[in-house]
């Protein structure tokens, strides 16, 4: 939703929210290979017959 | 190449129609898969998958492919771009991991409706099939994420994003 009518901002360096951002997404990464190797059923499969 | 302002704000209108209408989609198909999850009476189960199959696959695929699309014209047409502020790279990779994570459980979704329509499947089968509810929240909070993103506009470029504003200083400041 990029609004057509605002002006960019200059800024430098990777801000602390991105940082934030990035760590957050590397846990949540690392919590669903750890579930995936610890055999947690995902998909359909889970709930199958 | 920047769109004229009269072509950006038809664009944007198409985009933010299409971006909200996929968050409420995604509200509603939530509404069916709490059901799902949560609902003992079989009928009303059948009931639940079938709806979210067609929410899935007529509204909400649709929505996203069609919000990912316009989001990419919205931003290459803008000053904004597509790679040089934070805030816009990672409304796109979210969106696209969003889409992604969608296409792949619509099979799911469809495969879950196969068994509903069944008549021969049985009442305790039904029950046993569970929900997509992980899916359904973690996709909502993203789209939230995203439009919180969209709406805020966090400071921040890009070191591509920063090259190009140096290089557009150079050529204005002779």
Known sequence: MTEPGSEPERTTGMPRWVKVFLIVAFLLVVAFVVTKLAGVEHGPGLHGP | ?174
């Open chain 2, 1 to 174: 190449m920047l769109m004229s302002p009269g072509l950006r704000k038809l664009v944007f209108a198409v985009h933010l129609t299409l971006s909200v209408g996929w968050v409420g989609a995604v509200a509603a198909y939530l509404a069916l898969d709490i059901t799902a999850a949560t609902e003992g009476n079989a009928q009303t189960l059948r009931t639940a998958y079938l709806g979210m199959d067609r929410i899935a696959r007529y509204v909400i695929v649709p929505l996203a492919l069609a919000s990912l699309l316009t989001g990419v014209i919205v931003s290459l047409g803008t000053k904004w771009g597509l790679f040089r502020h934070y805030w816009v790279l990672i409304s796109l990779l979210l969106t696209t991991v969003a889409a992604a994570v969608l296409l792949s459980e619509t099979r799911t979704i469809s495969l879950y409706a196969n068994v509903a329509a069944d008549p021969a499947t049985s009442d305790h089968h039904l029950r046993a099939l569970g929900s997509t509810l992980p899916h359904s929240i973690g996709g909502i909070v993203v789209l939230v994420v995203i439009l919180v993103l969209n709406v805020y506009k966090p400071k921040g470029m890009t070191r591509y994003g920063q090259r190009k504003e140096r290089e557009r200083s150079t050529v204005l400041t002779p």
